[in-house]
């Protein structure tokens, strides 16, 4: 019988197909087989059949194995056994699912990922800071200005927030202690702790937390962004060096910004601390500015100062290393910018903690 261009035939356990086997002609091969159900197929004639698709082959191997379990197919020319052989799915080996790997092999994994990491971040460092020095003496491989407009962008728009935080930050740190110190008539020595605190321990960490979220995701983000859009390869085509393009004019304006930010700090929390010290412990000015300045010492400014600077080039770096390492697009833009606040966040908070260990040596 015709079944638009295939004709089928069911004679002693035998069905015959010819014309053609496409994806548009088995829907009406199935639908004839339903109606005969009930016969039993041990072999599949095809001696006239002309044509035969991916799908077509697909289909026989179905009622070869499935419909008519064990029914073989005879009498193919040489054509269709070649189509039938090209795409048959018999034989073929299936890639293994790779296996999860167990705990030693992540853990050894983890082991070489991080000290491949370790190792880049070497080497970048090393090149941010050889050519930030050079960068000191001679402007080449930058452009003219570009310290100067990183400067406004890291420090002058920073100001306000540090500034209030600052400020806020010393009032809350006053308060909280002058409520227990004025139950032992030690009022004055609110002064010193705010003093001590602000100098060599808050305003360094709050500014750098500040400085890694605020100006140390730009950086992220402006660096993969022009690894992702190809401008890196192009500076490079250029024979401009990215790091001397892109980071030095950075790594430079940061490390003159973030000592002047975290003085400012210094006098708000300070400034915050005088506010509840002449409101609240009933304080004057002269005795709390004495008390202020009798405490602090050179060498806490130092710690103070240093520590900032330190920040300032982990944010640029760490910043730096992430923007190089985006893969992807739009997506891993946003990935590597994220990380890069996150980790510098972390490494100023256990930076800080280091220091403080080795200060109280």
């Known amino acids: 019988?015709?079944?638009n261009q295939a004709q089928l035939n069911i004679k002693d356990q035998q069905l015959s197909i010819s014309g053609k086997i496409t994806h548009d002609t088995i829907p009406e091969i199935q639908k004839f087989l339903r109606k005969n159900k009930s016969i039993s197929i041990t072999a599949i004639d095809l001696p006239e059949l002309e044509f035969i698709d991916s799908a077509g082959v697909a289909f026989l191997e179905e009622l070869t194995q499935a419909t008519f379990p064990g029914a073989a197919i005879n009498n193919a020319s040489e054509k269709i056994g070649q189509a039938i052989k090209t795409f048959s799915s018999k034989g073929s080996q299936l890639s293994p699912i790779p296996r999860e790997p167990n705990f030693f092999e992540s853990l050894g994994n983890a082991i070489f990922k991080a000290r491949d990491a370790l190792v880049e971040s070497i080497y970048l460092t090393s090149e941010i800071v050889l050519w930030s020095f050079v960068g000191v003496f001679n402007s080449r491989g930058r452009r003219k200005g570009s310290v100067i407009q990183q400067c406004y962008l890291i420090g002058s728009n920073a100001v306000g927030i540090i500034a209030l935080?600052?400020?806020v930050l010393g009032l809350i740190l006053a308060l909280q202690s002058a409520a227990q110190l004025r139950q032992f008539g030690a009022s004055?020595?609110?002064?010193?702790?705010?003093a001590i605190s602000m100098v060599r321990e808050m305003a360094p960490m709050m500014t750098a937390i500040i400085?890694?979220?605020r100006s140390g995701s730009a950086f992220a983000a402006e660096i993969s962004t022009m690894k992702v859009t190809e401008e890196l390869d192009a500076?490079?085509?250029m024979a401009i060096d990215p790091i001397r393009y892109v980071i030095v004019p950075k790594f430079l304006a940061i490390s003159i910004c973030m000592p002047?930010?975290?003085t400012l700090s210094m006098i708000l929390g300070i400034f915050g601390g005088l506010v509840i010290g002449l409101t609240y412990l009933d304080l004057t000015l002269v005795s709390y500015l004495n008390e202020t300045i009798n405490i602090l010492t050179a060498e806490d400014l130092l710690v103070g100062l240093s520590k900032s600077i330190i920040f300032a080039w982990v944010i640029v770096i760490i910043g730096s290393y992430?923007?190089?390492k985006v893969k992807g697009g739009a997506e891993g833009v946003g990935r590597v910018?994220?990380?890069?606040?996150?980790?510098?966040?972390f490494a100023v908070i256990f930076l800080d903690a280091l220091f403080s260990l080795i200060y109280m040596i």
């Open 211 to 213: 400085i890694a979220g």
């Open 337 to 345: 910018t994220t990380s890069a606040v996150v980790a510098s966040i």
């Open 235 to 237: 500076l490079r085509m």
């Open 188 to 194: 004055i020595y609110v002064a010193d702790l705010i």
């Open 165 to 167: 935080l600052s400020f």
């Open 260 to 262: 002047l930010l975290v």
């Open 1 to 3: 019988m015709p079944v």
């Open 322 to 324: 992430f923007g190089f």
